[in-house]
Each structure stands twice: as structure tokens, then as C-alpha cells.
């Protein structure tokens, strides 16, 4: 079983920053991906940013320039440094993996973290 724990969600004005983690653990053999989603209600889930195994990142448009994901690969870990946060970035965010186990590769989900952006 794979749990993946996410934290740093919160209130922030308009402008300012937050950083968000999450923990991947269990029985994995490897992560082949980590990435942030996020959902605003009565909207589809988005992606905001992944990376791969290789390190290589794609962001959603709506964050270029503001959001850095980063892995730290030791500790099966993704961060999302979100910079210059906006109103239209309130939502709750939720980490995402796909994740090598010996029976196979699986994607999991966190519970998710609320981030809202006060005007």
C-alpha cells in the first residue's frame, strides 16, 4: 500500500507565497512521475505541474513563471513552490504518483490541501 501525505496548504494575501509537500511511502520500487493537481468546486480537476523520473517539468499554463515543482528523490518527495499566488489559485491541491510496485505500476492520490488566496 502507498500513501501519499501532503502539507503546507493555507491562507495567504494576494501576492504573497506558499509551499506545498508531499510525502510518498510504502512498498515502492520507484516513482515514475510526481505531480500537483488542483480543483476549484463545480470545476474539473486540473493539472498544475509534474516531473518525471528524468526531472523533466511541465506546468500549466495559468503558473508558468510562478510554480517550481521540485523532487527531491531520496525521500520520495515533490514540492510546489507557488510564487506571486492570485485569487483564481484558491482551490485544494492534491499530489499525485505513479509509482512502480513489484505487481505492477499504480497511480495514487493524496487526501489533498486547501490553498486559498485571499484579494
Known amino acids: 500500500q502507498v500513501q501519499l501525505v501532503e502539507s503546507g496548504g493555507g491562507l495567504v494575501q494576494a501576492g504573497g507565497s506558499l509551499r506545498l509537500s508531499c510525502v510518498a511511502s510504502g512498498s515502492i520500487f520507484s516513482i515514475n512521475y510526481m505531480a500537483w493537481f488542483r480543483r476549484v468546486p463545480g470545476n474539473e480537476r486540473e493539472l498544475v505541474a509534474e516531473?518525471?523520473?528524468?526531472?523533466?517539468?511541465n506546468y500549466a499554463d495559468s503558473v508558468k513563471g510562478r510554480f517550481t515543482i521540485s523532487r527531491d528523490y531520496s525521500k520520495n518527495t515533490v514540492n510546489l513552490e507557488m510564487n506571486a499566488l492570485k485569487s483564481a489559485d484558491t482551490a485544494v491541491y492534491y499530489c499525485?504518483?505513479?509509482?512502480?510496485?513489484?505487481?505492477?505500476?499504480?497511480?495514487?492520490w493524496g487526501q489533498g490541501t486547501q490553498v486559498t488566496v485571499s484579494s
Open positions: 499525485n504518483a505513479g509509482v512502480q510496485l513489484v505487481s505492477g505500476r499504480y497511480v495514487y
Open positions: 516531473i518525471n523520473s528524468s526531472g523533466h517539468t
